[in-house]
């Protein structure tokens, strides 16, 4: 099974501020990353996909990068909408894997 | 748009079996693979199985044996099937709608479960 390592696990961090999330793949990936943007007491809701393609309707603050095995989620400008926790996701091949999540926190 | 609707248990006794169903509304079935994924209250999401209109499907080795995902296209359903149930098993579960490109598009809003006596 390819295991996902996201860091940090939590974050806090200033309104405007720029914020990135590492995930890591325990083999390589591609491009199959996707990140996912979680509210409390919601379901999952999917940011990007191919580790860069913005999915329709998510704001362009919003952006992904990365191949093969390191992969970044970037918040340009924090906004407090941006509580959540995120999850990364690979979907090379079965099983599919999430990452253990980073929740970022508004300071 | 399409949204998706778990079925809704709630409460399930120790060994017994869980049964969902996922309903499919505003799109079809055909051509997309669904999955369940749940995840346990407080903690991180797992993939449980996915299932393509067809009947294909993928199982979570660690779940494998005691699951089992299987689709209605007649009804727009896929439904989920897990037995000998633990506490561990408490979670929330969701339905998605998987494809090759953008994985897990679509959710349910999900629905709580709790094994419990």
């Known amino acids: 099974d390819i295991q996902m390592t996201q860091s940090p696990s939590t974050l806090s961090a200033s309104v405007g501020d720029r914020v990135t999330i590492t995930c890591r793949a325990s083999?390589?990936?591609?491009?199959?990353l996707a990140w996912y943007q979680q509210k409390p007491g919601k379901a999952p809701n999917l940011l990007i996909y191919?580790?860069?393609t913005l999915e329709s309707g998510v704001p362009s603050r919003f952006s992904g990068s990365g191949s093969g095995t390191e992969f970044t989620l970037t918040i340009s400008s924090l906004q407090p909408d941006d509580l959540a926790t995120y999850y990364c996701?690979?979907?090379?091949?079965?099983?599919?894997?999430f990452g253990g999540g980073t929740k970022v926190e508004i300071k | 748009q399409v949204q998706l609707q778990e079925s809704s248990p709630g409460l399930v006794k120790p060994s017994e079996t869980l049964s969902l169903t996922c309903t499919i509304s505003?799109?079809?079935?055909?051509?997309?693979?669904w999955s369940w994924i749940r995840q346990p209250p407080g903690k991180g999401l797992e993939w449980i199985a996915s299932?393509?209109?067809?009947?294909?499907?993928n199982y979570n080795p660690s779940l494998k044996s005691r699951v089992t995902i299987s689709v209605d296209t007649s009804n727009n359903q896929f439904s989920l099937k897990l037995s000998s149930v633990t506490a561990t098993d408490t979670a929330m579960f969701y339905c998605?709608?998987?494809?090759?490109?953008?994985?897990?598009?679509?959710w349910g809003q999900g629905t709580m479960v709790t094994v419990s006596s």
């Open positions: 996701q690979h979907y090379n091949s079965y099983p599919l894997t």
């Open positions: 299932i393509y209109h067809s009947g294909s499907t």
């Open positions: 083999q390589s990936i591609s491009y199959w």
């Open positions: 998605a709608r998987q494809t090759s490109d953008t994985a897990f598009d679509i």
């Open positions: 191919k580790a860069s």
């Open positions: 505003g799109g079809s079935i055909i051509n997309y693979y």
